[in-house]
């Protein structure tokens, strides 16, 4: 694990990323005391498993129908 200071970090930050981009952990602190931490933006972003609650969730056939009473409520704003 590498801790810099902001003021190191300021003139190694190529550096400081491209050791995150390897998987070390970098830590940027202000007056030794940690801040943030830099890791790569891969492991930010979580993949979307599709279908995941297939055969769970059912949907009506009749999902999009409304009794008028309902439908005059909204006066025009449901798509026809």
Do not use: C, R
Not at 44 to 65: A, H, Q, R, T, W
């Amino acid at each position: 694990m590498i801790t810099e200071n902001m003021y190191q970090a300021k003139t190694h930050l190529s550096k400081l990323v491209a050791k995150a981009l390897q998987g070390e952990e970098v830590i940027l602190a202000k007056a030794g005391k940690p801040l943030v931490k830099l890791v790569p933006v891969s492991q930010l972003v979580k993949p979307v498993k599709i279908g995941l609650l297939k055969g769970e969730i059912k949907i009506s056939d009749d999902f999009n129908e409304f009794a008028p009473e309902i439908e005059d409520m909204f006066d025009g704003y449901l798509p026809e």
